[in-house]
Structure formats: structure tokens, C-alpha cells
């Protein structure tokens, strides 16, 4: 099946930047619709942002738009997360996902059926 590694993750002051990676293997990359998704201490696991399989069509939480931005490099087989302008209330684990989209939403918030291990955020105020 599908591998997720993601990397990238560590302690930053508000306002800094940080870049996460997120490494796929075991099946063909662009099958896929690839999101990030975080879950800070004690609550749930919220989506964060989607990259359509060839790019071209990108998704983000309220939260996060105009700071965070999602790419893909279907070559390397890699996802990243350019984090900006980070807030305290953006600590979490951050965790990859991955999924088949045959129908519906090109860049959907639910629905992923592959995870990474997360990578954790710390950002200090």
C-alpha cells in the first residue's frame, strides 16, 4: 500500500516559518489527492490543506489560508507544507493523508484513508 513520512516539524518562535515534508511511496503518486491535517493536545484531528493530484487545485482551512501553502512535487514523490507567519494556536502533530479520488471534490477534507506518523509543531509565543 502507500507509505507517508513526514518530516520537517520543531519548535519555532510566533511568526516564524517552517517547511514540512511529507515522502510517499508503495503506489503510483499521482493516483492520489494528498492533505495535511494537524491535531493539537486534547481536541480532534482538523484538515489544514489538499493538493489535487496533478496540482493544480489546492484546498485550506480558514485557519491557515493566505499563511500556509501546499505543493507537490510529483517527480520526487514528495508533498510539502510551507508554513508562514506561525500563531502559538498552530502547535499540533501534523500528519500527511492520502487518497483515491475517482468522483466528486478534486481536493476533498474528508475521506483520506492513508496516514503518516506526524511530525510535531511547536510554536512558542
Known amino acids: 500500500q502507500v507509505q507517508l513520512v513526514e518530516s520537517g516539524g520543531g519548535l519555532v518562535q510566533a511568526g516564524g516559518s517552517l517547511r514540512l515534508s511529507c515522502d510517499v511511496s508503495?503506489?503510483?503518486?499521482?493516483?492520489?489527492?494528498m492533505g495535511w491535517f494537524r491535531q493539537a493536545p486534547g481536541k480532534e484531528r482538523e484538515f489544514v490543506a489538499a493538493i489535487s493530484p496533478s496540482g493544480d487545485s489546492t484546498e485550506y482551512a480558514d485557519s491557515v489560508k493566505d499563511r500556509f501553502t501546499i505543493s507537490r512535487d510529483n517527480a520526487k514523490g514528495t508533498v510539502y507544507l510551507y508554513m508562514n507567519t506561525l500563531r502559538p494556536e498552530d502547535t499540533a502533530v501534523y500528519y500527511c493523508?492520502?487518497?483515491?479520488?475517482?468522483?466528486?471534490?478534486?481536493?476533498?477534507?474528508?475521506?483520506?484513508?492513508?496516514w503518516g506518523q506526524g511530525t510535531q509543531v511547536a510554536v512558542s509565543s
Open positions: 508503495g503506489r503510483t503518486f499521482t493516483w492520489y489527492v
Open positions: 493523508a492520502a487518497q483515491r479520488v475517482l468522483s466528486g471534490p478534486p481536493v476533498p477534507r474528508v475521506g483520506y484513508e492513508y
